[in-house]
């Protein structure tokens, strides 16, 4: 059947027109056959009567299907053929017939119906109602189909061909394009989606990463939004890859989820610090943090932000800014949809009189106009536009409305106006004859409203095509809480399809449940309020399937019909029979003793071969300077502060690991030391015969061989003997330490010495910045230490005549992203730091985490740039204001004074009494004196040549740069 176009009537009538040839036609000369074809019709026509019998009549539509849209009219071309005179126009007879009303009346040529004179009032009722057409006894039909639309229907298989031809040649396409292709069921990472193998995602990925490694992420994220926009695509992929989850903590080097968690602020408002007032930030990162499955913090006043900024016609504008110059915070339909879905997504379902969700869609009907379109603020102009339609078309759906339902449908409705839109190449205008100035987003829009879909799209526990057997099980599920508490007696529940799962089964009993912000569904935090970690460190949750814990995550573990299912929580692991994180051997036990070893970084050891593209149970991959990335992040609930940095490298710095420990042949064995620094764990079967083993450091301070340029050395080494030993199965090798807050993690190596080539060899691993661990397969012994890869930048103020004391030093923490130049090119090294910079400077220096409330300081405003950084730094005890309440942001800061925030930071030990052996050591303020102690003897500060120290100074960024670098390597 040839394809004919089809449109919607505004009339409701239906249109016949001539489609195709004969086939004994289409192999003519064109020009012959024009001529040919003309010559036989008009003979045909005048001189003789239709003869033969009718052999079928044909409805002709691109697709399957006839889409109506629900203002009662459909265009289609009917071709009756016979024998041997092809399809000519006839009169026919069309009628409907609906699965749930029986046969209908059939009607006459080019007869008017519409939905109220057939089917009842409002939109056709039944997917399966039938179109048929009959001529001479002989019938054609095709089914009806209703909105919502398959991706399969015509004009959603245009815009995924639009979106398809759209796609550049390196793979590049549109962030919200990924989010609706997910909701047309197309995978936005799948084969259909690449261009040489390389998907939209994964360009942008890798785009990512080369700009966090050129320090220019500030010319991508420049706005909350931009991180929101960005998980909500990662998550499309998630939708049938759950290993795209980890992306959500490590996007290219960039943590979606983190960035978008720590700029909520008090009030429950998710926006950096000049978005305060945005109310786009804030529902943006709601659905984003929704669709990647992560919990919100306080959702009770994210809810309640927004709540309390409705504006009196139960709309919302982009900005509360009363100032606004483009009066933002004025109603508009596009920001009101958003909230809608925000509203949801947090829970609130409330439509009752005088509830937000209620006055929000009081407000979308009044802008919906008579040919049912919805305009975007009538202030702006009174016509409808495409965006608009699209956006409340989802907000209705995620509020439980019918968007072609009475209650939104007039004599059109806001499906039908935003087909009406629709270009013949799949895209849409933003107004009748106006492009839309992102022609890419607004057909991604569209296609997520044309499917009745809306956003968040929520992962699924397991990706479409998951699961097995038969089509419904029925399990029985319990839950106990703390020593044993009933939280929920065995209940029986059924599962289906994707829900086949042990995590589910939880879900189904209607169990408030929360998940890791680091690992989502993979792993379970708390049921009904009860969290880990509650009752102890390593106290939590467990799973049981018929009387067996189960081994892997709850979400992975699939059921089966009958199985019984008991979550209980343990104060401590041996309660559990094993571990919560997944049972352990009686070596991972035995490391566990010295060294806390998570699950998550045993699991992503199993898998690193396959994370880092290597050949399946590779145990090394060339010399370190080769090696473009030879280590994963994995990162807990609770990554390390500056403190516990600080308090680990001290506890590694005592002692050195000596270790000889025989291992016999066939038993294998653990061998670690009691301080935790490192654990060989050698398996049953990598020794063929009886070895003695030893194992000893050489401190990081001495020198070691070889080190690369460009790397620099950031553990002890470790000295494995007897050399030459090659294991038959390999051995974990586990090593702890403080990684510098200088280091940038995802550029550290794990390296052993190849003496007989001098260099060293990069091993790939695991980093568990938790724990401060790194571990690997090794499948020899040798020397082994853990290298990092320096970044640098430099600035053309900043050379080896103008400034060599600091260069190195400044050019190091710039590449680390701590200090940053006044622009592009310039650091200014001479100019005066000032307390805001310095404040600013060090939570980034030190990762501090953003405060919960505000240091309410009287000259600290919030919409200022460093206000979060001083809020933070205050309430990290870090800095102090002045005893007026003021912090003076503005005022340039005095070595004595920048010596105590540094001691203060180190918390190093202050005694009275000391002496400083400097001239001008009496003007050193009194409050001042243990703290400059402190720092000389820590070495943080030090005198000038002519033997003064010069407390009074004004410190400059030279001198700043280098004290802080001194700290940090401290």
Same mark, same amino acid.
């Given at each position: 059947?040839?394809?004919?176009?089809?449109?919607?009537?505004?009339?409701?009538?239906? @249109?016949?027109?001539?489609?195709?040839?004969?086939?004994?036609?289409?192999?003519?000369?064109?020009g012959?056959?024009?001529w040919?074809?003309?010559?036989?019709?008009?003979?045909?026509?005048?001189?003789?009567?239709?003869? $033969?019998?009718?052999?079928?009549?044909?409805?002709?539509?691109?697709?399957?299907?006839?889409?109506?849209?629900?203002?009662?009219?459909? @265009?289609?071309?009917?071709?009756?053929?016979?024998?041997?005179?092809?399809?000519?126009?006839?009169?026919?007879?069309?009628?409907?017939?609906?699965?749930?009303?029986?046969?209908?009346?059939?009607?006459?040529?080019?007869?008017?119906?519409?939905?109220? !004179?057939?089917?009842?009032?409002?939109?056709?009722?039944?997917?399966?109602?039938?179109?048929?057409?009959?001529?001479?006894?002989?019938?054609?039909?095709?089914?009806?189909?209703?909105?919502?639309?398959?991706?399969?229907?015509?004009?959603?298989?245009?815009?995924?061909?639009?979106?398809?031809? &759209?796609?550049?040649?390196?793979?590049?396409?549109?962030?919200?394009?990924?989010?609706a292709?997910?909701?047309?069921?197309?995978?936005?990472?799948?084969?259909?989606?690449?261009?040489?193998?390389?998907?939209?995602?994964?360009y942008?990925?890798?785009?990512?990463?080369?700009?966090?490694?050129?320090?220019?992420?500030?010319?991508?994220?420049?706005? /909350?939004?931009?991180?929101?926009?960005?998980?909500?695509?990662?998550?499309?992929?998630?939708?049938?890859d759950?290993?795209?989850?980890?992306?959500?903590?490590?996007?290219?080097?960039?943590?979606?989820?983190?960035?978008?968690?720590?700029?909520?602020?008090?009030?429950?408002?998710?926006?950096?610090?000049?978005?305060?007032?945005?109310?786009n930030? &804030?529902?943006?990162?709601?659905?984003?943090?929704?669709?990647?499955?992560? @919990? #919100?913090?306080?959702?009770?006043?994210?809810?309640?932000?927004?709540?309390?900024?409705?504006?009196?016609?139960?709309?919302?504008?982009?900005?509360?800014?009363?100032?606004?110059?483009w009066?933002?915070y004025?109603?508009?339909?596009?920001?009101?949809?958003?909230?809608?879905?925000?509203?949801?997504?947090?829970?609130?379902?409330?439509?009752? +009189?005088?509830s937000?969700?209620?006055?929000a869609?009081?407000?979308?009907?009044?802008?919906?106009?008579?040919? !049912?379109?919805?305009?975007?603020?009538?202030?702006?102009?009174?016509?409808?536009?495409?965006?608009?339609?699209?956006?409340? #078309?989802?907000?209705?759906?995620?509020?439980?409305?019918?968007?072609?339902?009475?209650?939104?449908?007039?004599?059109?409705?806001?499906?039908?106006?935003?087909?009406?839109?629709?270009?013949?190449?799949?895209?849409?205008?933003?107004?009748?004859?106006?492009?839309?100035?992102?022609?890419l987003?607004?057909?991604?829009?569209?296609?997520c409203?044309?499917?009745?879909?809306?956003?968040?799209?929520?992962?699924?526990?397991n990706?479409?095509?998951?699961?097995?057997?038969?089509?419904? #099980?029925?399990?029985?599920?319990?839950? @106990?809480?703390?020593?044993?508490?009933?939280?929920?007696?065995?209940?029986?529940v059924? /599962?289906?399809?994707?829900?086949?799962?042990?995590?589910?089964?939880?879900?189904?009993?209607?169990?408030?449940?929360?998940?890791?912000?680091?690992? $989502?569904?993979?792993?379970?935090?708390?049921?009904?309020?009860?969290?880990?970690?509650?009752?102890?460190?390593?106290?939590?949750?467990?799973?049981?399937?018929?009387?067996?814990?189960?081994?892997?995550?709850?979400?992975?573990?699939?059921?089966?019909?009958?199985?019984?299912?008991?979550?209980?929580?343990?104060?401590?692991?041996? +309660?559990?029979g094993?571990?919560?994180?997944?049972?352990?051997?009686?070596?991972?036990?035995?490391?566990? $003793?010295?060294?806390?070893?998570?699950?998550?970084?045993?699991?992503?050891?199993?898998?690193?071969?396959?994370?880092?593209?290597?050949?399946q149970?590779?145990?090394?991959?060339?010399?370190?300077?080769?090696?473009?990335?030879?280590?994963?992040?994995?990162?807990g609930?609770?990554?390390?502060?500056?403190?516990?940095?600080?308090?680990?490298?001290?506890?590694l710095?005592?002692?050195?690991?000596?270790?000889?420990?025989?291992?016999?042949?066939?038993?294998?064995?653990?061998?670690?030391?009691?301080?935790?620094?490192?654990?060989l764990?050698?398996?049953?079967?990598a020794?063929?015969?009886?070895?003695?083993?030893?194992?000893?450091?050489?401190?990081?301070?001495?020198?070691?061989?070889?080190?690369?340029?460009?790397?620099?050395?950031?553990?002890?080494?470790?000295?494995?003997?007897?050399?030459?030993?090659?294991?038959?199965?390999?051995a974990?090798?586990?090593?702890?330490?403080?990684?510098?807050?200088?280091?940038?993690?995802?550029?550290?190596?794990l390296?052993?010495?190849?003496?007989?080539?001098?260099?060293?060899?990069?091993?790939?691993?695991?980093?568990d910045?938790? $724990?401060g661990?790194?571990?690997?397969?090794?499948?020899?012994?040798?020397?082994?230490?853990?290298?990092?890869?320096?970044?640098r930048?430099?600035?053309?103020?900043?050379?080896?005549?103008?400034?060599?004391w600091?260069?190195?030093?400044?050019e190091?923490?710039?590449?680390?992203g701590?200090?940053?130049?006044?622009?592009?090119?310039?650091?200014?090294?001479?100019?005066?730091?000032?307390?805001a910079?310095?404040?600013?400077?060090?939570?980034?220096? /030190?990762?501090?985490?953003?405060?919960?409330g505000?240091?309410?300081?009287?000259?600290?405003?919030?919409?200022?740039?460093?206000?979060?950084?001083?809020?933070a730094?205050?309430?990290?005890?870090?800095?102090?204001?002045?005893?007026?309440?003021?912090?003076?942001?503005?005022?340039?800061?005095?070595?004595?004074?920048?010596?105590?925030?540094?001691v203060?930071?180190?918390?190093?030990?202050?005694?009275?009494?000391?002496i400083?052996?400097?001239?001008?050591a009496?003007?050193?303020?009194s409050?001042?004196?243990?703290?400059?102690?402190?720092g000389?003897?820590?070495?943080l500060?030090?005198?000038?040549?002519?033997?003064?120290i010069?407390?009074?100074?004004?410190?400059?960024?030279?001198?700043?740069a280098?004290?802080?670098?001194?700290m940090?390597?401290?």
């Amino acid at each position: 059947m040839e394809p004919s176009p089809w449109r919607i009537v505004p009339n409701g009538v239906f @249109s016949f027109k001539k489609v195709g040839r004969s086939a004994r036609l289409r192999y003519i000369n064109k020009g012959i056959a024009l001529w040919l074809v003309f010559l036989f019709l008009i003979t045909f026509v005048f001189a003789f009567p239709a003869q $033969g019998a009718v052999t079928s009549v044909r409805l002709n539509i691109e697709g399957d299907s006839v889409l109506y849209s629900g203002d009662g009219s459909v @265009s289609i071309t009917a071709s009756v053929y016979d024998d041997g005179l092809g399809d000519l126009q006839r009169e026919v007879s069309w009628g409907i017939t609906d699965p749930a009303a029986g046969a209908l009346e059939p009607g006459v040529t080019q007869a008017m119906f519409t939905p109220a !004179g057939i089917l009842g009032p409002g939109r056709w009722d039944a997917v399966g109602t039938t179109v048929y057409a009959v001529y001479e006894g002989v019938r054609g039909e095709l089914p009806l189909m209703v909105y919502p639309w398959e991706a399969k229907s015509n004009p959603l298989k245009k815009i995924l061909v639009y979106l398809r031809n &759209h796609q550049r040649p390196d793979g590049f396409l549109n962030d919200w394009a990924m989010v609706a292709l997910a909701t047309a069921g197309e995978n936005p990472n799948g084969a259909d989606w690449q261009k040489e193998s390389v998907s939209h995602l994964v360009y942008q990925e890798n785009y990512i990463r080369e700009l966090k490694e050129t320090n220019n992420l500030n010319t991508y994220f420049g706005q /909350l939004t931009d991180y929101a926009r960005l998980l909500l695509s990662v998550s499309a992929a998630a939708y049938f890859d759950n290993a795209w989850e980890a992306r959500f903590l490590n996007f290219g080097g960039v943590n979606l989820v983190g960035e978008i968690k720590v700029a909520q602020d008090g009030n429950g408002h998710y926006g950096k610090d000049w978005e305060a007032k945005l109310v786009n930030s &804030h529902v943006w990162s709601i659905l984003a943090l929704k669709a990647a499955g992560q @919990s #919100i913090h306080d959702i009770e006043s994210a809810r309640q932000w927004l709540v309390d900024c409705q504006n009196i016609d139960g709309g919302w504008g982009y900005t509360t800014d009363q100032n606004d110059p483009w009066g933002g915070y004025l109603s508009d339909s596009n920001t009101t949809a958003d909230v809608v879905r925000a509203l949801v997504a947090l829970g609130d379902n409330d439509k009752s +009189e005088g509830s937000a969700l209620k006055k929000a869609l009081v407000y979308l009907k009044n802008n919906q106009s008579a040919d !049912g379109g919805f305009i975007c603020n009538p202030l702006w102009g009174n016509e409808p536009d495409g965006w608009s339609d699209a956006r409340v #078309i989802m907000a209705l759906v995620a509020a439980g409305e019918d968007p072609q339902g009475s209650g939104w449908t007039q004599d059109k409705n806001a499906v039908t106006h935003l087909l009406s839109l629709q270009k013949p190449d799949g895209s849409f205008w933003y107004m009748p004859g106006f492009p839309a100035f992102d022609p890419l987003a607004l057909a991604a829009d569209s296609l997520c409203a044309l499917t009745g879909k809306t956003l968040p799209v929520v992962i699924p526990s397991n990706p479409p095509g998951g699961g097995g057997g038969q089509d419904v #099980i029925s399990v029985t599920v319990a839950v @106990s809480g703390l020593d044993g508490a009933v939280i929920y007696p065995g209940q029986t529940v059924s /599962l289906a399809g994707q829900e086949k799962n042990a995590l589910d089964a939880l879900l189904k009993l209607g169990a408030d449940v929360t998940f890791s912000e680091t690992y $989502g569904r993979s792993y379970v935090t708390g049921i009904n309020g009860l969290k880990e970690k509650q009752y102890g460190a390593t106290s939590g949750w467990c799973c049981k399937v018929n009387e067996s814990e189960i081994q892997v995550a709850a979400k992975d573990y699939l059921l089966n019909d009958g199985d019984k299912i008991v979550w209980f929580y343990v104060r401590s692991v041996p +309660e559990a029979g094993g571990s919560r994180d997944v049972a352990k051997t009686d070596e991972e036990k035995k490391i566990s $003793g010295s060294i806390n070893l998570s699950w998550q970084a045993k699991e992503t050891l199993d898998k690193l071969s396959e994370l880092l593209g290597l050949k399946q149970g590779a145990t090394e991959m060339g010399p370190v300077g080769e090696t473009a990335k030879a280590v994963v992040i994995v990162e807990g609930e609770k990554p390390l502060t500056w403190l516990d940095r600080l308090n680990l490298k001290k506890e590694l710095d005592t002692g050195t690991v000596d270790i000889v420990q025989k291992v016999t042949a066939g038993k294998g064995a653990v061998l670690t030391e009691g301080k935790g620094k490192l654990a060989l764990e050698v398996p049953a079967k990598a020794l063929s015969q009886d070895v003695e083993i030893s194992i000893k450091e050489t401190r990081q301070t001495e020198s070691i061989p070889g080190v690369p340029a460009g790397f620099r050395q950031v553990s002890s080494l470790y000295e494995f003997k007897p050399e030459g030993i090659t294991f038959v199965e390999p051995a974990t090798l586990t090593l702890r330490l403080a990684v510098p807050p200088i280091v940038n993690p995802e550029k550290l190596v794990l390296a052993w010495y190849d003496k007989a080539n001098q260099r060293w060899v990069a091993i790939p691993a695991v980093a568990d910045l938790t $724990g401060g661990l790194v571990l690997a397969k090794i499948k020899h012994f040798s020397s082994f230490t853990v290298l990092a890869r320096e970044e640098r930048k430099s600035f053309e103020d900043v050379t080896g005549t103008s400034c060599k004391w600091a260069k190195n030093t400044i050019e190091v923490l710039a590449g680390a992203g701590i200090v940053g130049g006044i622009d592009q090119k310039r650091f200014a090294p001479e100019r005066a730091i000032t307390r805001a910079e310095l404040t600013s400077l060090l939570v980034r220096a /030190l990762d501090v985490p953003a405060a919960t409330g505000s240091a309410e300081f009287k000259d600290v405003r919030e919409n200022e740039w460093y206000a979060g950084s001083v809020s933070a730094a205050f309430a990290a005890g870090l800095v102090k204001g002045y005893e007026d309440g003021i912090f003076r942001p503005d005022q340039g800061i005095t070595r004595e004074e920048l010596t105590t925030v540094l001691v203060r930071a180190l918390d190093l030990p202050t005694s009275t009494g000391e002496i400083l052996p400097f001239t001008d050591a009496a003007k050193i303020s009194s409050w001042a004196k243990n703290s400059v102690a402190a720092g000389v003897v820590g070495q943080l500060v030090k005198g000038y040549p002519d033997g003064t120290i010069r407390p009074q100074d004004a410190v400059t960024r030279a001198e700043c740069a280098v004290m802080v670098y001194r700290m940090l390597e401290s």
